[in-house]
């Protein structure tokens, strides 16, 4: 019997234990979970052995026709108790509707994953509502930027390995919601662990992944958040010399991130730990920290300014009504607009 609103780690679970519905429809924005899966489906439901005979793989392109996966799909397996088919790149494949015919009157004996990226099939179509009553719907969408760090707590547990808080930060902020690439960046830090060390601190995210560890604009927030005048122009002193691993661009883009948040925080109808975490769809309580110290230190009015002044910060970096002055020049105004 199909289950429904199953997250990927239910159906993890589910496979893991060896429960595999004939029909797995994997769709969504963010590929990660809809490759994890379909790998976790093969390397569960075949041994190595049964795989060579077993397993095909479809890479679809817009000429691989509907009847070319209903006939891998409907033939039986070779001295095993199951064959696996995955549909890759579905979303390529016309007429992917069709496969509804198949779906009611799937091979028992055929585990079949269709694997539909950046995007989702409309559920009043045909295909969805006939894989629902057999097998298993499940949409994987792009995480917001407050679930980064428990996505990269929960990937380095599994491996038994821990992480600093503001490591953890830099590691969300620096390579951002692609969670393919994310997770290759932190099994590239893994593998970089000396033997026996089982927690990643903020000085080895630097050395490993190019980040300084007192000069960033992670740093940087933190200075401005609490207002402290000297330590922020330090560390914009040193981002000015180092521009190539500190694009100004992209640091005002992530000043302009963390006040429209702390605007955020500012209408959120409820002000407790627990209200700003709901409003700003953040999970950990750590990560509200330099927010509401920015609150503590900025009124909502300078706020506003402030967002207003990084607009136009923009606009001049990028050669709006900036007349003689240098990036050097402007990079300093504002940050003299924002602390004082």
């Known amino acids: 019997m199909a289950k429904t609103n199953m997250t990927h780690r239910d159906i993890l679970a589910q496979v893991r234990a060896k429960k595999f519905p ?18 976790e489906i093969a390397n569960n439901a075949l041994t ?24 891998c799909a409907r033939r039986y397996p070779m001295m095993a108790k199951y064959q696996v088919v995955i549909v890759k790149e579905a979303q390529n494949l016309l007429k992917i509707d069709e496969l509804a015919v198949y779906a009611q009157n799937p091979m028992q004996t055929t585990i079949l994953v269709i694997c539909y990226k950046n995007g989702k099939l409309d559920g009043r179509k045909k295909l969805v509502p006939a894989v629902e009553k057999v097998g298993i719907v499940f949409e994987s969408q792009k995480l917001k930027e407050g679930m980064l760090p428990s996505f990269i707590t929960e990937y380095l547990g599994g491996k038994q390995i821990t992480i600093e808080e503001r490591a953890c930060m830099m590691m969300a902020e620096s390579v951002g919601s692609d969670l393919n690439r994310l997770a290759g960046e932190l ?3 893994v593998l970089a662990l000396p033997a026996g060390q089982t927690r990643i601190t903020t000085d080895f995210v630097g050395k490993n992944v190019g980040i300084s560890k007192e000069f960033n604009v992670w740093e940087l927030r933190t200075a401005v958040a609490s207002r402290n005048i000297e330590k922020a122009n330090k560390i ?6 180092n521009t190539k691993a500190n694009p100004t661009v992209m640091t005002v883009s992530f000043l302009f991130n963390f006040f429209a948040l702390v605007m955020q925080a500012y209408y959120s109808p409820d002000r407790s730990e627990q209200g700003l975490l709901r409003h700003l769809e953040i999970r950990q ?56």
């Open 187 to 189: 099994e590239k830090l």
């Open 22 to 39: 004939p029909i797995f429809l994997l769709m969504g924005d963010e590929a990660y979970y809809i490759d994890l899966i379909a790998e």
């Open 48 to 71: 190595k052995d049964e795989q060579d005979f077993n397993q095909t793989v479809i890479y679809c392109t817009r000429e691989t026709a509907v009847a070319d996966v209903v006939n």
């Open 285 to 340: 309580a750590w990560q509200l920290r330099e927010y509401t110290t920015a609150m503590r230190n900025y009124t909502a009015v300078k706020v506003m300014q402030i967002i207003g002044k990084l607009r136009e910060t923009d606009a001049r970096l990028k050669g709006i009504n900036r007349g003689n002055l240098t990036d050097e020049d402007i990079m300093h105004e504002l940050l003299f607009f924002i602390l004082h």
């Open 236 to 241: 914009m002193y040193y981002m000015e010399q």
